[in-house]
């Protein structure tokens, strides 16, 4: 029998969950014909097949009975080591592997922060826009949304400090690198700012740092933790540097919060692959990071500059747009009395897709506003799609 989307059996908790607009858009930028700037793909040429084929080899031939075993919730130790020495190297942060949990994609982590922290009717606070992908999961939990707004340097720390005075939130989830949707970027001093703040408000704050390395300056600022290492919980991915089909990323955070992060996922999938664990624990064994995310910094520099210099040179001068420094995005404001729902079906018609911004409010959204992708479209190819898109905006 079929049960009614909206029918009472299903449980309160995932009747209203908004479903991805963006999976749904997807489902048609599969065609070929079409133009996307709607995901938040890596580009795929630059995934480094050959190399993780050596090492899935060397795997099998060497440690395919343990690659292929059960193992810990908590994911592989040296993985884990890995990870917490890269922070020790890039920030100086002292952080041990018992402080660090693997996680099947960044997402399960920000599922199990919802798990482990937001009972009904918690205020939880988001940027003003933030990621989808928070949005639909924390939803779930039936929160009650905060939004803070966000400047060309980071939140509105005035704002913050103005919203927390009059009610108190339990949870701040933030991305303070090449942010998605915007593609803005906090500063020193906000991050400082931010931090001390939420402190004083004892708000547990969730970095989520999935575009950090993609630095195009290799400008590395100190995370949040940095300056409330207690109750920050910072999250990482190896999708956008390395490969997200191998469904790995981490959570960082106090010993007692990864425990209670540990149990639930134990809860719902035992642990992540071993087998991408031990296949990527190689892989970084026998190649340098660096070197790879250098070339993928070249990469998405290159097409960020284009798409910047046809947003510059094609659009309006009143359209809005955000110079990322980074990342994979940029968010535009189109002028008065446009509507971004509007302009994708003028450009559906051209076979050119966004992803509109008023996905990625948990409030009332600003219509005007669109993200572009632009790390998974070929130059000739953008340049082209932008002039048209440019050409539909009145
Ligand atoms: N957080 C943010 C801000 C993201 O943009 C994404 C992916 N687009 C994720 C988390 C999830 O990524 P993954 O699960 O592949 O690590």
């Excluded at 995370?223 to 540097?241: Q, R």
Aim: proline share 5%.
């Amino acid at each position: 029998m079929i049960i009614q989307a909206n029918s009472q059996q299903f449980a309160a908790r995932v009747r209203n969950v908004p479903v991805s607009f963006i999976r749904e858009i997807l489902k048609v930028a599969s065609d070929p014909d079409i133009v996307s700037f709607a995901g938040g793909l890596p580009s795929p040429d630059l995934f480094p097949a050959e190399e993780l084929g050596e090492s899935a080899k060397r795997v099998f031939s060497k440690r395919g009975v343990q690659a292929l075993q059960y193992s810990s919730t908590e994911g592989y130790l040296l993985l884990r080591e890995y990870i917490a020495e890269r922070y020790r190297q890039r920030f100086k942060l002292n952080i041990s592997a018992e402080q660090i949990l693997i996680t099947n994609g960044s997402q399960q982590a920000v599922d199990l922060i919802g798990k482990i922290f937001i009972d009904p009717g918690d205020n939880v606070m988001l940027e003003r826009a933030s990621y989808l992908g928070a949005l639909q999961c924390f939803s779930i939990f039936q929160p009650v949304f905060k939004e803070v707004n966000l400047e060309r340097d980071g939140i509105d720390t005035a704002e913050l400090e103005d919203q927390l005075n009059v009610a108190p939130i339990k949870l701040f989830y933030c991305i303070p690198n090449f942010q998605n949707p915007t593609g803005v970027q906090y500063s020193l001093e906000k991050r400082k700012t931010a931090a001390e703040i939420l402190r004083r408000h004892k708000a547990i704050v969730i970095g989520d740092d999935p575009y950090g390395e993609i630095s195009f300056d290799k400008q590395h600022i100190p995370p949040l933790y940095s300056f409330y290492p207690e109750k920050t919980i910072m999250l990482g991915s190896f999708s956008k540097i390395i490969a997200p089909g191998l469904r790995l990323g981490w959570m960082v955070a106090n010993r007692e919060i990864i425990k209670k992060a540990t149990v639930m996922k134990q809860a719902s999938d035992l642990q992540s692959g071993n087998l991408s664990q031990y296949i990527l624990y190689d892989f970084l064994q026998n190649n340098s990071l660096d070197k790879h995310i250098e070339t993928l910094i070249a990469a998405y520099k290159k097409k960020c500059t284009t798409m910047m210099g046809c947003l510059q040179n094609y659009f309006p001068e009143s359209v809005k747009f955000t110079r990322s420094k980074g990342g994979m995005f940029t968010w535009l404001t189109l002028p008065e009395g446009n509507s971004a729902r509007e302009l994708l079906q003028q450009a559906l018609k051209e076979r050119i897709i966004f992803v509109p911004g008023d996905s990625f409010y948990a409030s009332e959204p600003d219509h005007r506003t669109l993200r572009l992708n632009y790390s998974n479209v070929d130059e000739p190819v953008m340049r082209a799609a932008m002039y048209k898109l440019s050409r539909l905006i009145i």
